[in-house]
């Protein structure tokens, strides 16, 4: 890895993401679990259909199954859902039938019951059933012995229902990513501490809580380090114990340029720094790097302290980065959902960095996308960003917006939806 810089000496938001995935080496250890677990995990080994999907021929409909096309019908029984018609239709003949119920042999439609009039027996159709009317093909979703979802997939919960439906009860996946995350700044407080103990210029510690729960919703292990001072000694002892630890690591806090910043001096002692500084509002300062071990390395994460570029930070970079990491497969990442949207407010911004506003999104009376940012866009206000549904992604070299301009905007997804 190189700390060489491009022009105007930061690199692009989309250079580094680049540089994350192709530096990371995906984790490959894997475990067979339950099913019912294995939502937001990555998928190992192919997974096969034990039987078609639907098994057999059966109703779309609660109505009457019918064999050819006539005037009039016999009911001569019925087929419910788990209890088959045994016998075989003679033309003419219907049989009562209920939605997911089979399809008696002999039958080749179904009509539906709101369509249907008796005199006994004999049934009569409103409007005429053609064939194959309301069935349901066996195997038209699944055939036996199918691969189901390709081996990489994050599993979803449709993916969950789909296994199951095929008969998987078990499956095997790869074994969650380890983070070590820790805090570093002589002005951090827990969360906890009575605000009247805070000495003068105390903060509380808002990064760690607020990191652990993004990942908490990602398949992520965390083992929480707290907080660190200022102090590169006990920097040093908090970065080789989570190096050890871990497969990344995540901190926030004293990466930037400040007298009190020694992130990044540290890193470079312990291993190596891939990049630092990007053309990223907020959070410039964002630095990453690897730190070896006895067996591979561990990934490093410096987020900026200020808290809205630490969240910025982690939502743009981290989690891409976290997905290669997880053995997500590169055809199976999501890529990031963008629109376009139509500003309500204007925009102040200098050519420079990518600036990632915080905004609210929504289709407005006359069906447009529109958006406008929300409170004053410091990256120390939170209370504007808790008001947010997106991100209005305003183009590194762009200047101010005007309201009506039509602007890129990201809405929130996991974990900050
Ligand atoms: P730093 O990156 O250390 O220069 O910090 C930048 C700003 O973020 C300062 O105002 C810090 O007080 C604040 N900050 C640093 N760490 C945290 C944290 N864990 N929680 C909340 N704010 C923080
Ligand atoms: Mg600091």
Redesign the pocket.
């Known amino acids: 890895m190189s700390d060489t810089c491009a022009e105007n000496g930061l690199r692009s938001v989309e250079t580094a993401k680049q540089m994350l995935i192709d530096s990371i080496i995906p984790i490959t250890e894997a475990k067979t679990i339950p099913l019912g677990e294995a939502c937001g995990k990555v998928l190992a080994e192919p997974v096969l259909a034990a039987l078609d999907l639907p098994p057999c021929d059966n109703s779309a409909m609660d109505g009457y199954a019918l064999c050819g096309d006539f005037e009039r019908y016999t009911v001569i029984g019925k087929s419910l859902a788990g209890h088959p018609f045994t016998g075989s239709l003679e033309p003419g003949q219907a049989t009562r039938i209920t939605t997911g119920a089979a399809v008696p042999s002999g039958a080749d439609r179904v009509q539906m019951q709101e369509n249907c009039t008796f005199d006994g027996d004999q049934l009569s159709q409103s409007r005429a059933a053609v064939p194959g009317e309301n069935i349901r093909r066996r195997g038209e979703d699944v055939h036996t012995g199918q691969s189901l979802i390709p081996v990489g997939s994050k599993i979803k919960v449709p993916h969950i229902a789909l296994l199951a439906a095929a008969g998987v009860a078990e499956v095997t996946v790869l074994r969650p990513i380890k983070a070590a995350l820790l805090?570093?700044?002589d002005?951090?407080k827990p969360i906890g501490t009575p605000a009247s103990e805070l000495g003068d210029g105390d903060?509380?510690?808002?990064?760690?809580i607020?990191l652990k729960a993004a990942l908490e919703q990602l398949d992520v292990e965390i083992l929480d380090l707290g907080?660190w001072p200022?102090e590169p000694g006990k920097i040093r002892e908090a970065f080789a114990h989570a190096r050890d630890n871990a497969d990344f690591v995540l901190t926030?806090?004293?990466?930037?340029v400040?007298e009190?910043?020694y992130?990044k001096t540290v890193l470079q002692e312990l291993g190596e720094i891939g990049f630092w500084k990007l053309a990223i509002k907020p959070g410039k300062?964002f630095a990453f790097g690897k730190l070896p071990k006895e067996k591979g390395e561990t990934l490093f994460f410096g987020?900026?302290?200020?808290?809205v570029?630490?969240i910025v930070t982690l939502y743009q970079l981290v989690i891409p980065a976290l997905d290669k990491l997880s053995g997500t497969a590169d055809d199976q990442r999501q890529p990031p959902l963008q629109t376009r949207a139509r500003l309500l407010n204007g925009i102040r911004k200098k050519p420079g960095r990518t600036d990632f506003q915080r905004g609210f999104t929504y289709c407005d009376n006359d069906g447009i996308q529109v958006v406008e940012t929300r409170g004053v866009q410091g990256?120390?206000i939170l209370s504007g960003f808790a008001q947010a549904n997106c991100f209005v992604v305003l183009p590194r070299e762009g200047g101010d917006c005007e309201t009506g301009d039509w602007v890129t905007v990201e809405p929130f997804n996991a974990p900050l939806r």
């Open positions: 805090s570093i700044g002005e951090l903060i509380y510690d808002s990064n760690r607020a907080c200022d926030s806090g004293g990466v930037s400040g009190a910043d992130t300062p987020l900026p302290g200020n808290p570029s630490a990256s120390h």
